[in-house]
């Protein structure tokens, strides 16, 4: 993507625990993963087989990021497998706990580990993988649950199409797939459908039959394109900015032409069918999450932390660090400007959704 090529080379989110980290600026991620902690009790006591005589647990959380997040989710899962623990088995003081935090392999792992041993009395044992959860990265049958949070409407690449000028597909004057043009929209849904595909197969084999994969992730009402949602619309404010530094000569043309969000929201319906058609997996629930957030408390500086955190790497490998800080200065002011219709409810047009999937898999 740095070369305006579609090589999946991983961004992650900014690291550290700075004013411009991901620890620090993963608000709404946060309030979405503390409002599954009941979806998740229940699944687990309800959906989740324990059969297996070991005493041994193994956790995956894929996408973890830096924190706080990760940690909130695992305990939440560890507290409701004691709970279901508890009631089968008397000596449920045996049970051990293994959690893997995967993520890309440049992802701020010392960040990771700082703040869960500083912050955080650990009841498990706690592993690093890095790696792209796009393959293979367990055992097989190694793990009995998988949780993922807000990574998978990440691709594996940007779609080839999109940035070729010879393409029907290439996405000139976004940088993101807006919805509006077909071609576009059938090349990131294409990578986004083999990309799930090659998650979901992999997690099958890692999964011991019957453990639990919980999949958080945003998607689009049906009916609606991204760029109708108030999510597409800061999506276009930052495209905006960009071309507007292009036009100045701080950045070349030719280089924003090529640049484009690895990022896809399914609309719900099709993100559904998907799930179902992978044999390997039984959809047990899909749901829409509650956050206990109020939109009304938002600000534009708020916003433009939240996207400066996910983008700014990306950035910084395609255009150079040095413009990152006017970028996300030109956004605030956009922003800005544009705010009543950003916070419009009528805009809110996307939802995150708690999926829970129970593995059916055998050689």
């Excluded at 998740?40 to 041994?56: G, M, R, T, V, Y």
């Excluded at 705010?339 to 829970?356: A, Y």
Aim: with cysteine.
């Amino acid at each position: 993507m740095a070369s305006g090529q579609s090589s999946p080379d991983p961004y992650p989110m900014s690291g550290g625990d700075g004013p411009n980290s991901y620890f620090q600026n993963s608000v709404h991620q946060k309030s979405i993963v503390e409002a599954t902690k009941e979806m998740i009790n229940e699944a687990i006591q309800d959906k989740l087989a324990l059969n297996s005589p070991s005493n041994a647990f193994n956790i995956a959380d894929f996408g973890c990021s830096v924190g706080p997040n990760t940690f909130i989710a695992v305990q939440n899962i560890i507290e409701a497998v004691e709970l279901k623990y508890h009631g089968n088995h008397q000596n449920h003081q045996s049970l051990e706990f293994q959690v893997f935090f995967n993520d890309h392999t440049n992802n701020d792992f010392n960040t990771l580990f700082k703040n869960l041993h500083h912050n955080h009395s650990c009841k498990f044992f706690a592993a690093g993988v890095p790696g792209t959860f796009h393959g293979r990265l367990f055992p097989k049958s190694s793990l009995h649950f998988g949780h993922s949070s807000f990574a998978l409407q990440w691709l594996s690449k940007t779609p080839t199409e999109v940035l070729d000028s010879k393409s029907p597909a290439w996405n000139k004057g976004s940088i993101h797939c807006t919805g509006f043009h077909t071609e576009v929209a059938e090349a990131y849904s294409s990578q986004f459908k083999n990309d799930m595909e090659t998650f979901l197969n992999a997690r099958a084999q890692e999964l011991v039959n019957g453990g639990l994969l919980v999949i958080i992730m945003p998607a689009l009402q049906d009916g609606v394109l991204l760029s109708q949602s108030s999510i597409g619309m800061t999506y276009d404010l930052l495209g905006s900015c960009l071309q507007n530094m292009a036009k100045s000569g701080i950045i070349s043309e030719e280089k924003v032409e090529v640049f484009n969000l690895p990022i896809y929201i399914s609309p719900a319906k099709d993100l559904e069918a998907l799930l179902q058609r992978n044999g390997f997996f039984s959809v047990e629930k899909i749901d829409r999450i509650t956050s206990n957030m109020n939109i009304s408390t938002l600000t534009a500086q708020f916003l433009t932390s939240q996207l400066r955190v996910i983008t700014e790497e990306l950035i910084k490998g395609h255009f150079g660090s040095e413009i990152v800080d006017a970028v996300f200065e030109l956004l605030n002011i956009k922003l800005s400007e544009n705010w009543f219709s950003i916070i419009d409810t009528k805009n809110q047009k996307f939802m995150d959704l708690f999926i829970i999937l129970r593995c059916n898999f055998s050689d």
